[in-house]
């Protein structure tokens, strides 16, 4: 039995292991850590370790089902693929995609009103809503003017993400050194909540910040030897973030109090100005920047050529597949998915819009949990990971937990997304048809 796909792949196989784990770990790393440490420390307390390592644990579940997935299927396009594959509906399969883009768009919400937030402040002090809606005006001139983003340049920018997170755990580092901070604060419950119950909450805010791996499915086409390279630098990827993630945490807690860390909307700014270390406030705001901006950009991207493609296959209205005839880029499905993340902006409240992501992206980890279950039927002619199947037994159950534990307004804000998505796809459905219908009278 072949070691690899027998297809041969149009695509070359340039892509190592050390390559794909840098990108994973790029894709995973970077600017939910910057904006939400400040959000956790609410649910949490000083016990800021806790919910992501649990959130971390909780990850690696679903990652084990995407290893299965994506080395048993090299050329499938995600968790929408799969559901094709596995409950032969295509309802559900859009739901799967179309829960994915809401995701994306939701995501860059919240990251341009962290952008828009202290770390902007500390060069001009302007309104938070106005400034992420303009950023995402940028954002979408950038995307529509062609972005190639090559591995190379995932490669510095995760260079310079990890760099300022380091910088959080190395000034504190230098603090306690010095005889300050309080490390008692790491085990400081919440007051007045259990701290299981606390830790569980908390781990829905955490786990915003482990998604993205999920994207390195679309790459696997291009990866060397995929079915031993593609787990291997998916583990080690979410295993180097959670430790990086955990150190940021026990090192916000030691630093500051929960309620000045709650009170930042650029809380891991405030960590390193509280440490007294000499590190120019504008540096570190400036690499903060970059990594929400870098994370809004390349969410972005990623909604509009879904958008584009969906539209291609008859899932979306047909409009949103128009292209610039010099650029190429997809401009009506830039547009519109960039409209949608500006209207989002309104809600104003980060916490609301990263737990809706975490909502849609649990559908979508569900469907993968239990697609692994159902495809095991399914024999394929090359060797691929196999997880053991309490993995992705404990992934349903796990995603199902997370799901229960959201509030009844993050169910409706997400309940309304995908009710949209509903009514696009019927109106896709309604336009393919009335098209058949008119070609048909014509011949």
């Keep these: 039995m072949s070691t690899e796909t027998s297809e041969p792949s149009t695509l070359r196989r340039g892509i190592g292991g050390p390559l794909l784990f840098a990108f994973i770990l790029g894709d995973v790393l970077g600017a939910g850590i910057y904006a939400l440490m ?4 609410e649910r949490v307390g000083g016990m800021l370790w806790a919910p992501l390592l649990a959130a971390l644990l909780l990850a690696l579940l679903t990652a084990g089902s995407y290893a299965e997935l994506v080395t048993k299927y090299p050329r499938a396009g995600g968790a929408a693929v799969f559901a094709e594959r ?3 509906n295509r309802l559900v399969s859009f739901l799967i995609g179309f829960s994915m883009l809401a995701a994306g768009v ?3 919400a919240g990251l341009s009103i962290a952008f828009a937030g202290e770390y902007l402040s500390t060069f001009v002090d302007l309104p938070v809503i106005p400034v992420a809606i303009v950023f995402l005006a940028v954002v979408a001139a950038l995307n529509a003017r062609g972005i190639r983003e090559s591995l190379g340049a995932n490669v510095v920018m995760t260079v310079i993400e990890v760099s300022g997170l380091v910088i959080v755990i190395v000034v504190v ?6 005889g300050g901070g309080d490390v008692a604060r790491v085990a400081q419950p919440p007051e007045g909540t259990g701290v299981a119950t606390a830790v569980l909450a908390g781990a829905i805010i955490a786990y915003y910040s482990f998604v993205g791996f999920e994207t390195s499915a679309n790459m696997i086409e291009e990866v060397k030897e995929p079915s031993k390279m593609y787990p291997r630098a998916l583990f080690a990827a979410l295993g180097t973030a959670g430790l990086v993630y955990v150190l940021v945490g026990l090192a916000s807690s030691i630093a500051l109090p929960p309620e000045e860390l709650a009170a930042s909307s650029g809380p891991l700014l405030a960590v390193v100005e509280a440490s ?3 590190v120019p406030s504008w540096l570190f705001s400036l690499i903060a920047l970059i990594a929400v901006a870098n994370g809004a950009l390349l969410t972005m991207i990623m909604a509009s050529r879904l958008t584009y ?3 291609e296959q008859g899932l979306l209205p047909r409009v949103l597949s128009r292209v610039l005839p010099n650029r190429r880029t997809p401009w009506v499905a830039i547009l519109a998915t960039t409209v949608v993340a500006m209207l989002l902006t309104l809600v104003g409240d980060l916490s609301l819009l990263a737990e809706t992501v975490v909502l849609l992206l649990l559908f979508v980890f569900l469907s993968a949990n239990v697609s692994v279950l159902v495809l095991r039927r399914d024999r394929v002619e090359h060797a691929h990971f196999r997880v053991w199947t309490f993995v992705p037994v404990l992934g349903i159950a796990s995603c199902l937990l997370l799901l229960s534990q959201q509030s009844l307004t993050v169910w409706i804000f997400g309940a309304v997304l995908l009710a949209i998505g509903v009514g696009l796809y019927f109106l896709a459905r309604w336009g393919r048809a009335r098209g058949e ?3 048909s009278a014509q011949r």
């Design 173 to 178: 580092g230098v603090l306690l050194g010095g």
């Design 276 to 278: 007294g270390v000499g």
């Design 437 to 439: 219908r008119t070609a």
């Design 309 to 311: 493609g969906m539209a």
């Design 106 to 108: 939701t995501s860059a």
């Design 86 to 88: 596995a409950f032969k």
């Design 38 to 41: 400040g959000v956790l420390s």
